[in-house]
């Protein structure tokens, strides 16, 4: 009981080993979740109704992929692969990571039509849990393969994130094209077969907007909008290219050479396996590229192509709708760099546009037939995880907005021809529903239950509501568009093939159903006739059309039409439209589902309840060196661990100090259960040098709890925590002397709102903290706040402002000044510039106070974009911006004004924004100039002179 570390070691302890055993029992972190055990597999998955059967079906298609794609790929991973079963989004996606051992996690939810229309990924599809595994466990294959000095670390290491997976440099473009390609060619689908790549590849050759090499070796944020993420289009297409050119086995070296470390980066493999000069290699590419997307303009453009008139420029609009009485078009936007996305109203009189709703929002609009109401989708958080889309209602007589349900997991409303009740699809993860919903009384019942995951889309009525027109797709990739009472009896099919049919609605006279469809490899408008069954093409484009809308009087119709810039509305008169009967025939889906696995009849697998302890123990090792405090060497380990589910994780580093005798430890620990709460635990016993021959033991414990109230518009945090630290001197002092135990207790909230219109955007945040301070010598209370507002240009603060403000019943606790300089040379100073009471030009520190009050303000009116990488190195010069700031900022220990406490600054900067490791991860190089304008003089500056300072940051 000599020491801090001593008499509290066994809290410490006791703290971690409450961690462990929460980990180790499952509970509450992992309540209701099992886990079945495949050959080559561990699938978790929460304890629902079906859960079970749907993780038997992803148990299956994952070993048969697992067969074909070893085989394929021509490497065998050494453990089983965990797949993580995800039912807490509305939006399909899948990942893969390979950093403490191979991870897929799976949202089980299939793709819907705004998702192709941004990235490409559509039903255009078989099976949906085939393609998604597919891709997701290609990028397991790829990234996890190894050989050579790699496989060498591995047995002695372990597995280190990054180190032992070189993969990782081969970029976001050919990682993600290779999974692309595993998913097209080894699947009855994928996007590299759907036309939607095609339309986005034939676009950029024609309008000559294809990006860089540079430009596309990463997911940037580039100025011209770029679909499909960059990296997996072009990504796709560079990996295609040499498949077909060269053949598999190059793609094959490519990754042998990487995981092997025999190259290093992309540029390099290539050279190396294709004996060709990246620039060579890029050339031939976009030879490739024109070539066929020329000759293919040149055959579309011999049919004759349809005239249309632009009504929107290229802000990514969807979706239009007429007004029952036709003066008004509703639509929204998918959201782009340049553009928010929102709700929008079109007064076609006058032109003008106006947003009723900024955010996005996922379904088009539907009209009430009084015209008063405008029913749709959005998404949003229902509680910490779960990110669902509900219907909306916007009243256009009060200009107000309500939201009908809640968890509703909604989509594509669509009116009764009363008012009184609406029609719209369910999601329960892979299955659909076609429901009806009653406002007044706030009740939902099911109006047809399709077969096991049939997937039901933009539900419409005829005019006499009597029918209900729908697109469904089913199991083999058939794509239908069917008609049923609006009850639910007779459903039956118009049409059924494997062209992507989509977006039903009826003309005004009640005669035909139009639709998009890409029968004929180009997304066109159709027309089908219900009474006859005679389908008629009625558009030709180079790039492609989508969502007809016809005006009430049927005199024209407003479509999507794509572009370089990405989509706009367009107007089609109707003495334009082809109406070209092209024949087709029904067919019929297949009556077993082609996604059920063959293995699935005859293989039960094991199912267990989920431990973490299986994937959270440590996975690798590294050593650490250090120099000792009392100059000794000091030897050690580090190593950390994180369970499937992302509940635990850890951080571990602990040394002996030979010539000290003491050994040092440092433990980061999460704790993340179930709902909004989330831990942290950090603990620290540390030997430091204070002097010479003279060193001191540093003991720190910090822990904290947050409370989280996510939003897409909103984000909100409470928060909670305590730091304490002591240190104990060591020699020469014979006895070792105590300091007194400091610390904090603190508390506060945050909040970040995100909104726009149109061009603009701004993000505003806020906080307070309330804090309760100790020494041992002193104890106080203080509480600190700050509001902030940022316009954005173009995904980046163009113009800021904050301000902060504080007090203290501690003298001197808040310091105003410079940043903390990290080295200094004569008038030039380095550092962090992202210090909570900054003013440039000052020393750190300047001025102190128990109170304090500053105002940060600058802006950026000048911009010259850069969207220049270096080779394939993972560093891209995204843009430069010049501009000036104003920094004021005072603090004193009383309430009286003395002008000794107030520092005031202003300056210029120039930033370069780079993205690093090929995604947007965004740092600011910065390099400014600021001039004291009170007081006049201060240490390290003459009267009337500047100081120029560097700094790598983000913002103020």
Same mark, same amino acid.
């Given at each position: ?316 609009? #969807?979706? /239009?709708? %007429? $007004?029952? +009485? =036709?003066?008004? !078009? @509703? ?125 039901? #889309?933009? /539900?419409? %009525? $005829?005019? +006499? =509501?009597?029918? !209900? @027109? ?487």
């Amino acid at each position: 009981m000599k020491v801090f570390w001593h008499r509290r070691q066994s809290i410490f302890i006791s703290i971690f080993m409450f961690g462990l055993f929460l980990a180790a029992t499952g509970k509450p972190a992992v309540a209701g979740m099992l886990t079945m055990e495949t050959p080559h597999f561990n699938i978790h998955f929460r304890d629902n109704p079906h859960a079970e059967e749907t993780a038997a079906q992803v148990a299956g298609i994952a070993e048969e992929i697992h067969a074909t794609l070893t085989e394929r790929i021509g490497y065998k991973p050494a453990g089983r692969t965990e797949i993580h079963l995800l039912e807490t989004s509305d939006f399909a996606n899948g990942f893969a990571d390979v950093s403490y051992y191979n991870r897929i996690g799976i949202y089980l939810v299939s793709p819907t039509g705004e998702t192709g229309w941004t990235s490409g990924l559509s039903m255009k599809v078989e099976s949906w849990l085939r393609l998604v595994l597919t891709h997701e466990y290609a990028h397991i294959l790829h990234l996890d393969m190894n050989g050579g000095a790699i496989a060498g670390l591995r047995r002695i290491f372990g597995r280190v994130p990054y180190l032992t997976t070189p993969n990782f440099i081969l970029t976001n473009a050919y990682i993600e094209g290779f999974a692309v390609y595993a998913e097209t060619v080894n699947t009855g689908g994928g996007r590299g077969v759907d036309p939607y790549y095609d339309m986005f590849l034939r676009t950029a050759v024609l309008t000559d907007t294809v990006p860089t090499f540079d430009q596309m070796l990463g997911i940037y944020s580039l100025d011209n909008w770029q679909p499909a993420g960059t990296a997996y289009l072009y990504g796709w297409s560079l990996v295609d290219y040499i498949a077909r050119r060269y053949g598999e086995e190059k793609l094959a070296a490519i990754n042998q050479s990487a995981g092997s470390l025999r190259t290093i980066g992309l540029f390099s493999a290539l050279t190396r396996s294709l004996g060709l000069s990246p620039r060579v290699f890029w050339e031939e590419w976009r030879r490739d590229l024109e070539e066929r997307y020329q000759a293919q303009a040149a055959e579309l453009a011999a049919g004759g192509l349809t005239t249309f008139e632009e009504l929107t420029g290229s802000v990514l609009a #969807a979706q /239009p709708a %007429f $007004s029952p +009485d =036709g003066k008004s !078009l @509703a639509y929204i936007t998918l959201g782009k760099k340049t553009f928010y996305p929102g709700l929008y109203l079109r007064d076609l009189l006058s032109g003008e546009d106006q947003q009723l709703v900024a955010g996005r929002v996922t379904s088009r609009p539907a009209w009430s037939p009084d015209g008063r109401y405008l029913a749709y989708t959005k998404p949003d958080y229902v509680d910490e995880e779960r990110l669902y889309n509900d219907i909306y209602l916007y009243d256009l007589e009060r200009g107000e907005e309500r939201r009908l349900t809640r968890g509703a997991r909604a989509k594509d409303p669509a009116w009764f021809p009363a008012g009184d009740r609406l029609v719209y699809v369910a999601y329960d993860n892979l299955e659909t529903y076609l429901c009806g919903y009653d406002p007044a009384t706030d009740e939902s019942g099911i109006i047809y239950a399709g077969s096991r995951e049939m997937q039901f #889309a933009t /539900p419409v %009525f $005829s005019l +006499d =509501g009597e029918e !209900l @027109a729908v697109g469904v797709w089913f199991p083999g990739g058939y794509h239908g568009i069917a008609l049923l009472k609006h009850d639910g009896s007779d459903f039956r099919l118009l049409l059924c093939d494997q062209a992507n049919n989509r977006n039903p609605v009826f003309t005004p006279d009640g005669k035909y159903i139009l639709f998009d469809s890409d029968r004929d490899g180009t997304h066109n408008i159709y027309a089908l006739a219900p009474a006859t069954g005679v389908l008629q093409k009625l558009t030709s484009t180079l790039t492609g059309f989508f969502t007809p809308a016809p005006a009430p009087r049927g005199e024209e119709l407003v479509i999507m039409a794509y572009g370089a810039e990405g989509y706009r509305l367009a107007r089609v008169r109707r003495e334009d439209l082809s109406w070209e009967q092209v024949s087709f025939a029904v067919e019929t889906p297949p009556a077993v589902a082609i996604s059920t696995p063959t293995s699935l009849e005859t293989e039960k697998y094991p199912v267990r309840k989920y431990s973490p302890l299986q994937t959270l123990k440590p996975k690798y090792w590294l050593p650490v060196i250090e120099e000792d405090a009392a100059k000794g060497l000091r030897l050690g380990i580090m190593t950390g661990g994180m369970d499937v589910l992302e509940r635990h994780s850890y951080l571990l580093q602990v040394s002996h100090g030979f010539k000290s005798g003491k050994p040092n430890l440092l433990l980061d620990y999460w704790y993340d259960p179930p709902g909004r709460a989330a831990f942290c635990l950090r603990l620290g016993a540390v030997t430091k040098k204070a002097g010479a021959g003279i060193w001191y033991n540093h003991y720190t414990l910090d822990a904290g709890i947050s409370l989280l109230f996510p939003g897409l518009s909103v984000n909100q945090e409470i928060f909670s925590g305590f730091s304490l630290e002591q240190s104990v001197n060591q020699p020469p002092s014979p006895v070792p002397e105590e300091t007194p135990v400091s610390g904090l207790l603190y508390a506060g909230v945050n909040e970040l709102k995100v909104s726009g219109e149109g061009t603009a955007s701004h993000r505003r945040e806020r906080g307070f903290v309330a804090e309760f301070c100790f020494t041992g010598q002193e104890t106080g209370l203080a509480g600190e706040g700050f509001w902030k507002k940022a316009w954005l240009l173009r995904g980046v603060s163009r113009t800021a402002l904050k301000i902060s403000a504080g007090f203290s019943q501690l003298p001197g606790y808040f310091p105003l000044g410079g940043p903390h300089t990290l080295e200094q040379w004569e008038n030039i100073s380095t550092g962090n510039l992202g210090e909570r009471y900054t003013v440039r030009g000052f020393d750190p520190g300047t001025v102190t106070g128990s109170g304090f009050f500053l105002l940060n303000a600058e802006t950026y009116p000048f911009r010259i974009p850069v969207e220049k990488g270096l080779w394939d190195w993972p560093i891209f010069f995204r843009q430069v911006r010049g501009g000036g700031f104003l920094d004021a900022g005072y603090a004193a220990d009383s309430w009286d004004f003395t002008e000794s406490g107030l520092i005031v600054a202003a300056g210029t900067e120039i930033r370069l924004t780079m993205d690093f490791l090929y995604g947007p991860n965004t740092l600011d190089f910065r390099l400014g100039a600021a001039w004291p304008l009170y007081p006049r003089v201060h240490a390290g500056s003459e009267a009337g002179g500047c100081r120029f300072y560097i700094g790598m940051s983000s913002e103020f």
